[in-house]
């Protein structure tokens, strides 16, 4: 069975740093790539960063260029992702889901889904 499951959320004010990780398991994963998506009320799931569950080709929304750092680690069966980030504004409020799929800033790309983190910016 496949699980993707996010933690690290929380309520931050701006300016704080905070980490995100994402702990995907029962499948091989090493032909994927790993993203972080968010998404808030009455919107639809906004492509934050990806990277290869093997590590490097990272791309990130222009939102969260030079805040945001992805990255991962590998266990036996297991795929850590974890997102990094800095300088949080209001605007960085949001749920925050790791994704495991082909690649690109597209939902439709990711079969696999977590069940979300919440982070909150206060101002």
């Known amino acids: 069975q496949v699980q993707l499951v996010e933690s690290g959320g929380g309520l931050v004010q701006a300016g704080d740093s905070l980490r995100l990780s994402c702990e995907a398991s029962?499948?091989?994963?090493?032909?994927?790539?790993m993203a972080w998506f968010r998404q808030t009320a009455g919107r639809g799931r906004e492509f934050v960063a990806h990277i290869r569950s093997s590590g490097g080709s990272t791309e990130y929304a222009e939102s969260v260029k030079g805040r945001f750092t992805v990255s991962t680690a590998n266990a036996p069966n297991i795929v850590y992702v974890h997102i990094h980030m800095k300088n949080l504004k209001s605007e960085d409020t949001a749920v925050y889901y790791c994704?495991?799929?082909?690649?690109?800033?597209?939902?439709?790309?990711?079969?696999?889904w977590g069940q979300g983190t919440q982070v909150t910016v206060s101002s």
């Open positions: 994704a495991a799929g082909s690649g690109g800033n597209n939902p439709q790309n990711y079969k696999y």
């Open positions: 029962g499948r091989t994963f090493s032909n994927y790539f």
